[in-house]
């Protein structure tokens, strides 16, 4: 069974590592693991934060193509 998105902006330090690309469904920018720099640690839990609006509804995805953006404004349709 399939994580649903929204889900895997929680707990996500292990998901993210291995994303191609990342991006905010808050502030739909989108970068790459490495700008993250803050996370929400509450050990054995880390959330990233979003390093354009610091938000904690950070995604990754496994390849870099359009389909990104439409993803992430769904998200956001759907989670505002």
Known sequence: MAIPLNKMAWNNAYILN???EC???DCLEKF???DIVDW???EPIKTAEC???SS???VG???KNEKNDLILKALKHRYE
């Open 18 to 20: 291995d994303s191609v």
């Open 23 to 25: 991006g905010c469904f």
């Open 32 to 34: 790459q693991f490495l």
């Open 40 to 42: 929400i640690d509450d």
């Open 51 to 53: 390093p354009k609006c």
């Open 56 to 58: 904690d509804c950070v």
């Open 61 to 63: 995805f496994k390849s």
